[in-house]
């Protein structure tokens, strides 16, 4: 006969590392060690065991939680049953009934088990456990991959087509957050909503920092829904896995089905999404995730309460509870689970390389900028700003065209323990001739994919005293890569550090830009040609004498000048320069100025708008991104010309720029760049693969290709000229 010993223990490291290799033993799958996380050191969580002359062979954990019953308008101490597990050796001898009423007999709150086994849920329910609600899935079909699929797809549509007309409520903004609201926010929330929620955990803001903490669980993100004055009326807390959204919980007013719904049509930001998933148990949030297209799986978990005093002779309270996967300790192991492990990506000698997530992407502004400080890196178009509202604003459309993921890289110094690099990446699975291949491009450029602006001056970011140690490591790990690997590498000025890879050099364009500290700004006038003197300086003082009313005017409202400035692109050029995403990006930029001035000029004549520049300046350069004229107002009048001249002048006066940068780019029909005598600029774009073969290969079967089409368009033109 057994004689087990019954205890009720404190959680403890110790007896956490005995429980974790029970369960290994006497699990399929092994639970990692991951339990600590489960109990923070400031609670007072208990778990029953059973010993065999001093050996665990039973264990039953308890995590202690604060529950609200909006009935009684009552908090009260309760506590989730987990982790329960008896040896396989000793089963079956009623050392878990033996446990389950130790538990019981110990905690005198409220006591709660989620994903219980059939023949434990009949246990407890012999022994006054209610065991009458389940937390059910339910799933939204985005893509449908299956006839099944196709058939709930239609299903989920036809019910929202049916719910089109249900009345409107308090008005939201939704926005995808990538952190938790803060705590104020999180706590008025509940307070404003808790009496919608019947009996549950309390979701105040201790709650969630508990459960969805960023260094526990970083792949867990937030969308929030705010009022017009800004409060937070709603929050989806969700986690993408593949192809799928599973929402983990969410803390708001279900009642408001339409506030709800427009809550879950904002993941349509999300590509390549086929499902959304979401438990519940609560029967109004059930119809109103049917309104928004949800349908009843056949998954569900069981779930049981032993109850307290207060609740035992009222079985309506009782049996009306609000759950989701977020309450249940499985799902906290699951998000553990499938938390990103900070593993390095490549080591090579004492330097090492780790990705950055798109979670912290948001939050290394202040490292990242530093270091780009420190850098031979494009203080512009690579400044934090810049590149992070790249990505923001242009990653819906790159994940339309392809499987599209953030692939940020920090590079660690392991001696001295400090990140001497960034390298701002993304990848891409790609097809060609039939063939998958994963492209890396820098982050800023979509070469070949969407239409975005241009970034230029591209190349990694580097602490300087490092630059050649990185750029072996960079070279290493991209030889490491999979042979169907490529890299482009757009609007480069590097050419030395290049021949560490395997390249090809897919295109070259030109740029000028002005030298303005080396000579003045007359020595400049003098050296320019005798037409572009004539048509920037003289006939700018015939501009003054012509007209009645000529004014320059700078720091034009950003709305006000980006209209103008495409009306005339549309003019010139019959589109307008910037489209809608374009002018999100660069509105963004000049509303949030960091590290660079954004100057907005437009010139006026009598009143009507004439000619726009637009420049950033950064870091001792002035940058110009857009230029746009009127070449009907009058062919007499240079305006370009003009207005660049001023630009220019305004540089030379200015004691900290250094130059004046036309950047890459021609105009319509003329060089026209060329003509105001700055110093060429060469930037590359290369191909870069992992093989040196397939470099070859793509580079020599380029030039026979380029050389058959010249061979035929010869033999063509010398066939029609005979």
Known sequence: MIKEKYAVER??????????????????????????????????????????????????????????????NKTSNGVWSCDFMVSKQYQGHGIGKNIKKTLKSTISGQILSLGIS?????????????????LVNYRKIITPRSTKGVAAYIVGKLIECSKLFINQSTPLLYFKFESMPLESEIDNLWERVKNLYSNTVIRNASYYQYRFDAKLASNVEFLVGRGVDGEVL????????????????????????????????????????????????HPVIIKSMIYSGFIKTKSFSSFAALNSNDLSNNHSLNNEWFLTSSDSDGELIKTIKDKPIDEPLFIHNNLTFYTISENEFSSIEILWNELLSTSEANHLFLNFQWVYNWWRIWKKDLAKKAVCKLFLIKIIDSQDNKVIGIIPLYKLLKKKFGMQYVEYQFLGNAVDTIPTVRSEYIKPIFLKNYTSACYKAFSAYIRSLPIKTKLLWPDSITTHYINLFPHRIKKIDKGYKVNTYESDYHQYIKSLGKNTKLKGISRLKKMDSTYKLVEWKRDIPVNEFFDELNKLHQLRWKKPCFDKKALLFHKALNQNENGFECDREILYIDKKVISANYNIYSNGTVYNIQSSFDQYFNKAFSFGTMHFLKCIKRAFAHQSVNHYDFLAGLGMNTDYKKRFKGSTVHFYTYEVYSHSFIANLVKYSVCIITFLRRLKDKICKNKISS
């Open 11 to 72: 959680i403890s490291p110790k007896i956490l590392q005995e429980a974790i290799e029970l369960f290994n033993k006497n699990q399929s799958v092994k639970r990692y060690n991951i339990k600590q996380f489960q109990f923070p050191a400031n609670e007072y969580s208990i778990a029953v065991t059973a010993r065999l002359n001093g050996k665990l062979i039973g264990f039953n954990a308890t995590m202690n939680r604060v529950l609200y019953c909006a009935a009684l």
């Open 118 to 134: 059939d023949k434990a849920l009949k246990l407890l329910s012999k022994n006054g456990w209610n065991t009458d609600i389940s």
């Open 234 to 281: 709603s929050i989806y807390v969700f986690k993408q896995q593949g192809q799928i959204i599973e929402i983990l919980d969410y803390l708001g007013d279900f009642t408001q089905k339409n506030n709800f719904v427009k809550g879950i049509s904002s993941f349509s930001i999300y590509q390549n999404i086929d499902s959304i998933n979401m438990n519940a148990s």
